[in-house]
């Protein structure tokens, strides 16, 4: 299992003199002390509306949001991010998670893809949604925040200003010990294609030159040459000192996604994973037996058979 002491966390320059034993402590929780970030993403109720959370193929737990809490509780996780207010409505019950608060978020409905021009109404933009202070009162009533996180959509029209956010949400965060992920996903009239290696690549060198510690990312596209980690190989050097983590997607089956996490991290070079409906759509027995299996490759460096053991509940995973 890789694991790091706290005397070889990097802390960033823009963190305090009298912050960064906090930060080193945000940080080691956060990675539980590997480095490596296991972060479970419930911020999609938003950012989806309900479509991620009931239909056919998604268990009847997942209509109600106790579930995401059930699962971040039961099972192995980084974090859990979601928006503020979620987080205040259901964290006095499940203190023991170490929490990212969402700083900001949109809704599916104003339609942004630049496949079909007819349907595009306007460029994504994701505005913040409330300020530093308001996570910093979470934590004074005793919620166990660690991080925040925001999405910027590069190359929409609004870029400038997402980006504007984040940076000054950062050097927030930094100055009390607070970690930030960044979720960048190429997005608008002028991308012609959000899973192009090249572009994410570029995407994840703007999150180290706006100062995140870790950047999510979609994997980007394969071909018949080259696989999906291959290329992601690009993306993980260009965010240099930042973890690159991916975005899990859609729910795939299990050995197909613990397949694709495994060689992300060992072929493409990240730091972790960024992970929601493939967990929280499932029952929270499964639910949280797959939490464990994600994180034995994540953070214990698993192969993919010994990680799906572990699934099955062949093989126990704990920390």
């Given at each position: 299992?890789?694991?790091?002491?706290?005397?070889?966390?990097?802390?960033?320059?823009?963190?305090?003199?009298?912050?960064?034993?906090?930060?080193?402590?945000?940080?080691?929780?956060?990675?539980?002390?590997?480095?490596?970030?296991?972060?479970?993403?419930?911020?999609?109720?938003?950012?989806?509306?309900?479509?991620?959370?009931?239909?056919?193929?998604?268990?009847?737990?997942?209509a109600e949001?106790?579930?995401?809490?059930?699962?971040?509780?039961?099972?192995?996780?980084?974090?859990?991010?979601?928006?503020?207010?979620?987080?205040a409505q259901?964290?006095?019950?499940?203190?023991?998670?170490?929490?990212?608060?969402?700083?900001?978020?949109?809704?599916?409905?104003v339609?942004?893809?630049?496949?079909?021009p007819?349907?595009?109404?306007?460029d994504?933009?994701?505005?913040?949604?409330?300020?530093?202070?308001?996570?910093?009162?979470?934590?004074?009533?005793?919620?166990?925040v660690?991080?925040?996180?925001?999405?910027?959509?590069?190359?929409?029209?609004?870029?400038?200003?997402?980006?504007?956010?984040?940076?000054?949400?950062?050097?927030?965060?930094?100055?009390?010990?607070?970690?930030?992920?960044?979720?960048?996903?190429?997005?608008?009239?002028?991308?012609?294609?959000?899973k192009?290696?090249?572009?994410?690549?570029?995407a994840?060198?703007?999150?180290?030159?706006l100062?995140?510690?870790?950047?999510?990312?979609?994997?980007p596209k394969?071909?018949?040459?080259?696989?999906?980690a291959?290329?992601l190989?690009?993306?993980?050097?260009?965010?240099?000192?930042?973890?690159?983590?991916?975005?899990?997607?859609?729910?795939?089956?299990?050995k197909?996604?613990?397949t694709?996490l495994?060689?992300?991290?060992h072929?493409?070079g990240?730091?972790?994973?960024?992970?929601?409906?493939?967990?929280?759509?499932?029952?929270?027995?499964?639910?949280?037996?797959?939490?464990?299996?994600?994180?034995?490759?994540?953070?214990a460096?698993?192969?993919?058979?010994?990680?799906?053991?572990?699934?099955?509940?062949?093989?126990?995973?704990?920390?």
């Open positions: 299992m890789p694991t790091i002491t706290r005397d070889e966390v990097r802390v960033p320059m823009d963190v305090p003199a009298a912050a960064r034993e906090m930060y080193i402590d945000n940080y080691m929780a956060a990675t539980h002390s590997t480095g490596r970030l296991m972060l479970f993403a419930c911020d999609q109720k938003v950012e989806h509306l309900n479509d991620d959370f009931f239909g056919d193929s998604i268990d009847i737990a997942d949001p106790e579930h995401l809490f059930r699962i971040g509780s039961q099972g192995v996780c980084g974090v859990l991010a979601g928006q503020r207010g979620l987080i259901y964290a006095a019950d499940y203190p023991d998670i170490n929490y990212l608060v969402k700083m900001n978020s949109k809704t599916h409905l339609k942004t893809s630049a496949k079909d007819a349907k595009h109404q306007d994504p933009y994701s505005p913040q949604l409330y300020d530093l202070q308001t996570v910093l009162d979470l934590q004074c009533n005793g919620v166990n660690v991080a925040i996180g925001y999405t910027i959509y590069l190359g929409s029209e609004y870029e400038s200003q997402m980006m504007m956010e984040a940076g000054q949400l950062i050097a927030d965060a930094h100055s009390v010990g607070l970690l930030v992920v960044l979720w960048i996903y190429p997005r608008g009239r002028a991308v012609a294609d959000e192009n290696a090249h572009l994410i690549a570029g994840a060198g703007s999150a180290v030159c100062g995140a510690d870790f950047v999510k990312v979609n994997p394969g071909t018949e040459e080259k696989t999906s291959e290329f190989k690009e993306a993980s050097l260009a965010s240099g000192r930042t973890g690159l983590v991916c975005a899990g997607g859609s729910t795939v089956d299990a197909t996604f613990l694709q495994w060689e992300q991290i072929v493409g990240a730091r972790g994973n960024a992970t929601g409906r493939n967990i929280h759509q499932r029952s929270l027995d499964e639910a949280v037996r797959l939490t464990k299996a994600i994180s034995s490759i994540t953070l460096d698993y192969a993919v058979e010994d990680a799906l053991a572990v699934f099955n509940g062949e093989k126990d995973f704990s920390l």
